[in-house]
């Protein structure tokens, strides 16, 4: 795989891991996971940003809308699990705005690295490129499927 893969997997599990943060926040203030103005806010925020990376908007929005899509898959998986387990882990508890402030840092990063990795995106190997990066990577299996949802319009055809 080309070297601008591993970075670019590496910003976007970074993103998901936020994910658990955000999960527990809503757990204990009884918010809903999904909230669509933040969404559209995040969305117009990238495709703002977009052109400082030489990116296309519309790209970019479809590779965030991906983004936000695994980030609340992560959010009902763990919500799930701890619904099941009667209780979530206990611990320090940032609030929404400073986790959403984490969230909104990263937004640069990872359009910087979907930018260095989208020439690659058309090679007949993309797919197994990130195939494999996803299966090597540290994360348990929620975070990998995630991962896999997060990915999905990475490369530019489906297998
Ligand atoms: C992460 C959050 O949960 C969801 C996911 C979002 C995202 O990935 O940016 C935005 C809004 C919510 O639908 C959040 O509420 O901030």
Do not use: M
């Not at 204990?28 to 969404?39: A, C």
Request: aromatic fraction near 8%; proline fraction near 7%; hydrophobic fraction near 45%.
């Amino acid at each position: 795989a080309p070297d601008a893969l591993a970075p670019l997997i590496d910003a976007i599990a970074q993103r998901l891991a936020i994910a658990d943060q955000v999960a527990l926040s809503k757990w204990d203030s009884h918010v809903p996971v999904e909230d669509p103005k933040r969404e559209q806010a995040v969305l117009a925020a990238v495709s703002h940003q977009a052109p400082r990376f030489w990116l296309e908007p519309d790209r970019a929005q479809r590779f965030f809308s991906a983004q936000i899509e695994a980030n609340k898959l992560v959010q009902y998986g763990r919500l799930w699990q701890w619904v099941q387990a009667g209780k979530a882990p206990s611990g320090p508890r940032p609030d929404l705005k400073e986790i959403r402030s984490q969230l909104d840092q990263l937004q640069g990063v990872l359009l910087e690295r979907i930018a260095g990795f989208d020439p690659y995106r058309t090679d007949a190997q993309c797919d197994r490129w990130v195939t494999s990066t996803i299966a090597h990577a540290a994360v348990d299996d929620l975070h990998r499927w995630a991962l896999v949802r997060a990915t999905g319009g990475l490369c530019a055809s489906p297998k």
